[in-house]
């Protein structure tokens, strides 16, 4: 099985993606076809129980299409991503009603859906939501804005994290389910990043969203353990994305070194250019590695899951950006040029070492885990 699925992400990915990776960055358009073909190939099925339509594989055969999805596009490996922590949500903390209703139309791509935790004043600190959901009878009422909010306007469904116990910090956070056509609920304009603009991505600004209490996923104060869940998912997911992006920086890296030439030579033939490729590999294994290590341990519900899915997160983030950066060396000239997909790769980088928890975020966790460990 793993086998045929990961020859066939490839076979996809060089038939849907590949021609079209310049255009899936400036129109819509693509995107929306590709995920459609994504969800008819059952791409989005991969780690979801079969009850709901899923294909219920392992969370290492999810890490491994993530990888080959990101070599090809970062783009479409973002969208999936953020769509999939949507989902694992509703997984993690719905009840059963809950999940019926929304998780196949979810695993299918029938919906497209988002995660709204972060605000203007709380990135790192997810207690510090502003964003309030006061009870009113059988309905909740939410207000608030979120910020940096991947897919928004291309999701029909976004989980939000509000508070409904301003005095219980992160214990008074609680998840809820807003579609996209619910009264009160307006996406901000799209945010210009510096890399990935055809990753839909902006604010969603909630003016008395009323919803009913059937929305409440799981009960109040549930939200800051769904969230950990997620993200625990979600860090994998996004070390997968990352080691996928710095294999591809080394794939173009090796390749344009044998075909440019210099003094007579290619210059794969020079020692500095070799040692730059002997990194750029020996990180690329060692983050692939460990990556897989962090899913091997969600897979088999290891007490420090969590510890080892930060390290993943963490350095497979940094490898990206070095690996990028060395590529960029490599190429020279042409690797400031926008011409050349070692441009992209390198500003694409960045976004590793911030979604999910910042790499600083990241040790704060591993070392607070091995402090533990060890006393």
């Known amino acids: 099985m793993e086998n045929e699925v990961l020859t066939a992400t490839h076979d ?63 783009t479409i490996a973002s969208i999936l991503g953020a769509h999939c922590l949507a989902a694992f949500s509703v997984l993690f903390g719905g009840g059963e009603e809950q999940k019926e209703k929304y998780l196949p139309d979810l695993i299918k791509g029938r919906l497209i859906g988002s995660f709204a935790l972060t605000e203007q004043n709380a990135g790192s600190d997810p207690a510090s939501i502003e964003t309030e959901a006061i009870r009113d009878g059988n309905f909740y009422v939410l207000n608030g804005t979120k910020a940096f909010t991947t897919n928004a306007g291309l999701s029909d469904l976004y989980v939000i994290m509000a508070k409904t116990d301003k005095e219980r910090g992160a214990r008074g956070i609680s998840a809820f389910i807003v579609e996209r056509e619910d009264k009160n609920f307006v996406i901000g304009r799209q945010e210009k990043k510096m890399a990935l603009p055809g990753l839909p991505n902006a604010s969603l600004l909630l003016n008395g969203v009323r919803i009913p209490k059937e929305r409440l996923l799981g009960r109040e104060g549930m939200g800051f353990i769904i969230v950990k869940k997620v993200l625990d998912v979600g860090r994998i997911a996004a070390a997968s994305a990352a080691v996928g992006l710095a294999k591809r920086a080394l794939i173009e890296s090796v390749r344009y070194s044998k075909q440019r030439e210099q003094f007579g030579k290619p210059i794969s033939a020079f020692e500095m250019i070799q040692s730059h490729i002997a990194d750029m590999g020996t990180k690329v294994e060692a983050a692939e590695l460990l990556t897989l290590k962090a899913a091997e341990a969600a897979d088999q519900k290891q007490r420090d899951a969590a510890k080892i899915a930060a390290m993943a997160k963490y350095f497979a983030a940094q490898v990206a950006v070095d690996v990028s950066r060395l590529a960029v060396q490599i190429f020279g000239g042409y690797g400031f040029i926008q011409d050349y997909v070692v441009e992209r790769l390198y500003k694409e980088a960045k976004m590793y070492e911030i979604i999910e928890g910042t790499n600083e975020i990241q040790k704060l966790i591993i070392a607070n885990a091995l402090l533990k460990e060890m006393e």
């Open 12 to 74: 996809f990915c060089k038939k849907y993606i590949q021609p079209y990776e310049k255009e899936i960055d400036f129109d819509s358009k693509f995107v929306k076809e590709i995920l459609k073909e994504f969800s008819s190939h059952g791409f989005m099925a991969l780690p979801f129980p079969k009850k709901y339509g899923g294909l219920e594989q392992s969370t290492i055969l999810y890490s491994k299409t993530a990888t080959i999805i990101s070599q090809y596009s970062g």
